[in-house]
């Protein structure tokens, strides 16, 4: 199994400031990385597709790059509306796994 | 647009068989594989297994002797049913999409909450 491995875990932030959140694999994703987004009482939302590709409607302050084991997501300029929890999930071997979250806290 | 719609029983003993049913609606149905994931509360997403239109499955091995993923394509609908839970099992469970092999979930089902206790 691929183990994915963000950080930090948590982190306070202020809005307007530049974040960026790190997800290492534990081998090859083969490209096929992902970054959803996750509120409370939700279910996760698909932010970014094959480590830097943004869905349709997502601001474009959310960015992502990155390949092989090294990935990051980062959001510049964040919102209020930002604070949330962040996965990286990995596609590319079966079992699918998921990094352990992100959790970012307006301060 | 995929629209995936989730129930089943939120509260079960131990020992007992989880059963858990998601509905699709809208896009297509084939090429795509139907997975299950699950959240315990205030942690991380775990991926059960999957399921594609033509019944073929792929299990967490962990997870794999007490899984079971099904589909009933007439009825455009897929299932989960996880045996002899215990309090381990308790956890938020997600019916998600992928549109093929290496994609993103890009569905969500709005998530059940399965609890075990005696």
């Known amino acids: 199994e691929i183990v994915l491995t963000q950080s930090p875990d948590f982190q306070f932030v202020t809005p307007k400031e530049k974040v960026t959140i790190t997800c290492r694999a534990s081998?090859?994703?083969?490209?096929?990385l992902h970054w959803y987004q996750q509120k409370p009482d939700q279910s996760p939302k698909l932010l970014i597709k094959y480590a830097s590709q943004s869905m349709s409607g997502v601001p474009s302050r959310f960015s992502g790059r990155g390949s092989g084991t090294d990935f990051t997501l980062t959001i510049n300029g964040l919102e209020a509306e930002d604070a949330a929890t962040y996965y990286c999930?990995?596609?590319?071997?079966?079992?699918?796994?998921f990094g352990q979250g992100t959790k970012l806290e307006i301060k | 647009q995929v629209q995936l719609q989730q129930w089943g029983a939120g509260l079960l003993k131990p020992s007992e068989t989880l059963s858990l049913t998601c509905a699709i609606y809208?896009?297509?149905?084939?090429?795509?594989?139907w997975s299950w994931i699950r959240q315990p509360p205030g942690r991380g997403l775990e991926w059960i297994g999957e399921?594609?239109?033509?019944?073929?499955?792929n299990y967490r091995p962990s997870l794999k002797s007490r899984v079971t993923i099904s589909i009933d394509t007439s009825k455009k609908q897929f299932s989960l049913k996880l045996s002899s839970v215990t309090a381990a099992d308790r956890a938020v469970y997600y019916c998600?999409?992928?549109?093929?092999?290496?994609?993103?979930?890009?569905?969500w089902g709005q998530g059940t909450l399965v609890t075990v206790s005696s």
């Open positions: 999930h990995q596609s590319g071997s079966l079992p699918y796994s």
């Open positions: 399921i594609n239109h033509s019944g073929r499955t």
């Open positions: 081998q090859s994703t083969g490209g096929s």
């Open positions: 809208g896009g297509s149905f084939s090429g795509y594989y």
């Open positions: 998600a999409s992928l549109s093929g092999s290496y994609k993103p979930f890009d569905y």
